[in-house]
């Protein structure tokens, strides 16, 4: 089974703060995605790469960045966390061709 | 750009009836579809897919959709739900054309079975 871990469930960040959100898959994936899931408004994508070291923005990709080093680890990163990024962030995989993405368990972090 | 309609945002259903979660899409290009669930405090689990082929997909535990091309959806159905039901179920598109990577999420509908 295609497995995607998230380095935490749950994380409370102060305003400010630098914060990292790691995301693993398994699967030898080319293609991994970040999006933020918020109540009403579903799933929006943040960030995307395609391989090692490339990424593209999605739909909101303002106050994140991404990096991508090795195929399996793909980091969001959010430079000065803000009280509106308070939110879950799901990562998913993907391989090459027509399938469908495989999600992590998520990630629900709070900025206070 | 795509998008991705769903026109219920919830909905309640008593327990062994049928229930359809309606999902269109915005465009009759070429695409790929998904029904995802996602249970409470978890990630979304894919429930079924339609790549190609016959235009009515099935899940393990009994839901199916059908991809209607005219009208461009692919509404999800079962026809007897079970407690264990409950959860948010999202429908995705992708364009299938080289290059495409993104996947459009609706903005999800709550099925909540009733007892």
């Known amino acids: 089974d295609v497995k995607v871990t998230q380095s935490s469930r749950y994380l409370v960040k102060r305003t400010g703060e630098k914060v990292f959100l790691e995301c693993v898959q398994d699967?030898?994936?080319?293609?991994m995605f970040w999006y933020r899931q918020d109540p009403g408004l579903g799933l929006r994508l943040i960030y995307f790469?395609?391989?090692?070291?490339?990424?593209e923005k999605g739909d909101i990709p303002e106050g994140y960045s991404v990096s991508r080093e090795k195929k399996e680890r793909f980091s969001l990163i959010l430079e000065s966390a803000s009280t509106n990024q308070t939110s879950m962030y799901l990562c998913?995989?993907?391989?090459?061709?027509?399938?469908?993405?495989?999600f992590g368990p998520g990630t629900r972090l709070t900025v206070t | 750009a795509q998008s991705v309609t769903q026109l219920d945002s919830q909905v309640p259903v008593f327990e062994e009836a049928p229930v359809e979660l309606r999902c269109n899409y915005s465009?009759?290009?070429?695409?790929?579809l998904f029904w995802y669930v996602q249970y409470p405090n978890q990630g979304l689990q894919l429930l079924l897919k339609?790549?190609?082929?016959?235009?009515l997909v099935e899940s393990i535990n009994g839901f199916e959709a059908e991809f209607n091309k005219s009208q461009t959806s692919f509404h999800l159905r079962k026809p007897s739900v079970h407690i264990s039901d409950t959860a948010e179920y999202f429908c995705a598109v992708r364009y299938s054309g080289a290059g495409s990577y993104q996947l459009t999420f609706g903005k999800g509908t709550k099925l909540s079975v009733i007892p």
């Open positions: 790469s395609y391989d090692v070291k490339m990424k």
């Open positions: 339609y790549l190609s082929g016959s235009t």
């Open positions: 998913a995989s993907r391989g090459q061709g027509a399938g469908e993405q495989y």
């Open positions: 465009s009759s290009v070429s695409v790929y």
């Open positions: 699967m030898d994936h080319e293609n």
